[in-house]
């Protein structure tokens, strides 16, 4: 079975999907002069080569390399500058969800869905000089399936037995089975340049990748300053359209304090300003050469909870640590994590009682009210609508005191000493929650709930940590509790970040949740071929959740991003990715 893109108009498939769905919609604008009307749209303005579009971020990426980074900005640098061989459209962005082609011209599947062969555009070349071949795929799987890179996701790839080039444009993936999500594991996520193969994968970690990592997307990372600015320019060996991108430069701007960086879009320093607070939507109204762009939130923010007594990790760690005698990884062993987590659970955080009358006694409701003027709602699960794995008839848990203080009496909390907190065993129920610094909408969210706690007679302390230590604070349970964000992709697999494995050093389960039947119906939901079965195995996990509340989850915001009205194109960006589709981006002189 050959795949072929959806087209809008009468088209080839077969070398010629981008000349004909990209050109096409472009060609009576740009095909030999540098703007020309809109002849559907006299009234549209002319589409203009050049300029440099100025990007205000939340956070600065934490590596040009993918496989490095853990931040979304990461992501968007990659997506940009390295290629992908599809392009994953998730479902409300406007566009038929699904995969379109990038590096890759086409795919096919064979031996009942156990071989995925891939036929690449032949003019994709890096800014090395050097053309982009299966070697460079091939070369890619091996970098994401290296024990001594230990890339964080490297489970998406165990399914894949080999990635064979039997031409230098033509990749072919082998399955040990067949199973859902095999087009999206082949597909994630950006090639890297079989150049790379002279850098141990052991020193990775050290490498300035700045400076090492050739460039085969749209764009090429011209320069970057730590801490002010990375600068993209357009790269020329793109396989794209040849007009495009329009655009000569981005420049990002990392400004984690919120402030700062709203005013910089309000002044007219930024073209764009990474995630406006609802709160600040009048302001911007009043701007008449501003706009918001909305898009459906497939983030969510959440309250994680510590489940594993923190004294206890550290002794572990500190065994295992001497044990590895400084190797350069050293992973934890899931079966005697989850004995630690049994053997030593967190004092007051390792009852579930507990932690779903945290999550009763928030008002999750009206943080969504008061912080989001309504932009936004409370998800039932981390697996959201209108995903098909996500259980419909699953509601959100209520705000009731009523019930949590009901609970956290079963659980064994009194105030015995009458001083307005609760206690067990002579221990006050005091709670240190982690916020990361220039998080301002997440410090208001702490401070709600340390409102709405302290009626319960739990104690709340918040504690902001600079996003550069933020995960490594977390990752070492040197916490109770933290506020924490995720980006749900459409891929649902809850082993990525809710599972034993997850647990271990370079994972995602911070709050050390271990749970074995949960643990169990997440790894046969995410190798069942069949949706229907898949679908009820998901909502299985997803009661388990509701009642475990290894997470509160507080909100699912509506992604605001803004946009200065002098910036055309931006139909296409997304909540996952705020630059989706800047290669047709353009600007109108001011």
């Not at 003027?373 to 509601?395: F, K, M, N, R, Y």
């Not at 203080?405 to 005091?430: I, M």
């Not at 909408?441 to 409102?451: G, K, N, P, V």
Request: proline share 7%; glycine share 8%; with cysteine.
């Amino acid at each position: 079975m050959t795949f072929s893109p959806r087209c809008p108009i009468n088209a080839s498939v077969n070398g010629q999907i981008r000349k004909s769905c990209f050109l096409s919609l472009l060609a009576l604008c740009l095909s030999g002069c540098e703007g020309c009307r809109n002849k559907a749209n006299p009234n549209q303005p002319a589409a203009q080569r050049g300029g440099t579009l100025v990007v205000g971020l939340k956070a600065e990426p934490d590596s040009p390399n993918v496989y490095l980074g853990k931040l979304a900005e990461s992501a968007w640098v990659a997506n940009r500058t390295l290629p992908r061989l599809a392009r994953d459209i998730p479902p409300g962005s406007g566009e038929a969800a699904g995969f379109k082609p990038e590096l890759a011209d086409r795919w096919e599947w064979q031996d009942d869905g156990r071989t995925l062969t891939f036929t690449l555009h032949p003019k994709g070349s890096w800014s090395n000089g050097q053309p982009i071949t299966c070697e460079d795929v091939q070369f890619t799987w091996r970098a994401q399936t290296s024990p001594e890179l230990a890339w964080r996701m490297a489970s998406l790839k165990r399914h894949i037995t080999a990635v064979e080039c039997p031409g230098p444009l033509t990749a072919v993936f082998r399955f040990d089975t067949a199973y859902p999500t095999a087009l999206m594991d082949a597909n994630d996520l950006n090639i890297l340049p079989s150049s790379l193969a002279s850098i141990p994968f052991a020193a990775w970690r050290q490498t300035d990748w700045a400076t090492q990592l050739p460039a085969g997307g749209a764009f090429k990372l011209e320069r970057r300053t730590a801490g002010s600015e990375w600068v993209l320019a357009r790269h020329d060996g793109w396989q794209g359209a040849p007009e495009q991108p329009l655009l000569d430069r981005i420049v990002l701007r990392p400004l984690p304090d919120y402030s700062a960086r709203l005013n910089a879009f309000l002044s007219g320093d930024l073209h764009i300003a990474d995630q406006i607070q609802p709160v600040d939507l009048p302001q911007i109204a009043q701007k008449p050469e501003l706009k918001v762009e909305r898009r459906t939130g497939w983030s969510y923010t959440y309250i994680g909870w510590n489940t594993v007594d923190s004294a206890a990790y550290a002794d572990y760690r500190k065994r295992i640590e001497a044990a590895c005698a400084g190797a350069e990884s050293c992973p934890e062993d899931p079966a005697t994590l989850s004995a630690l987590a049994v053997a030593h659970p967190h004092p007051l955080l390792g009852d579930p009682r507990v932690r779903q009358a945290l999550t009763l006694g928030i008002d999750r409701n009206s943080i969504v009210d008061t912080l989001l003027t309504g932009e936004g709602e409370v998800p039932a699960t981390p697996i959201l609508a209108p995903l098909p794995e996500h259980d419909s008839q699953l509601a959100p848990p209520p705000f009731d005191t009523k019930r949590a203080l009901a609970l956290l009496k079963e659980a064994g909390f009194s105030d015995s000493d009458g001083d307005g907190t609760l206690d067990k065993g002579g221990r006050p129920f005091a709670l240190n929650l982690l916020v990361q610094a220039g998080t301002a909408l997440r410090r208001q969210a702490s401070e709600l709930i340390q409102r709405d706690l302290s009626k319960l007679g739990i104690a709340v302390t918040i504690t902001p940590v600079e996003n550069s230590s933020f995960f490594q604070t977390v990752g070492r349970r040197e916490m109770d509790a933290w506020i924490g964000g995720w980006v749900a992709p459409t891929r649902v697999d809850m082993t990525e970040m809710l599972h034993v494995n997850a647990a271990a050093r370079e994972g995602n389960n911070f709050g050390t949740w271990i749970h074995a039947e949960a643990d169990g119906l997440a790894l046969q939901a995410r190798d069942t071929r069949d949706d229907a079965a898949r679908a009820v195995l998901w909502h299985r996990w997803e009661r388990l959740f509701a009642t475990e509340q290894p997470y509160t989850l507080l909100f699912r915001p509506r992604y605001l991003v803004g946009v200065r009205r002098d910036v055309h194109g931006t139909e296409t960006l997304l909540s996952t990715d705020i630059l989706n589709g800047v290669e047709t981006w353009w600007l109108s002189p001011r």
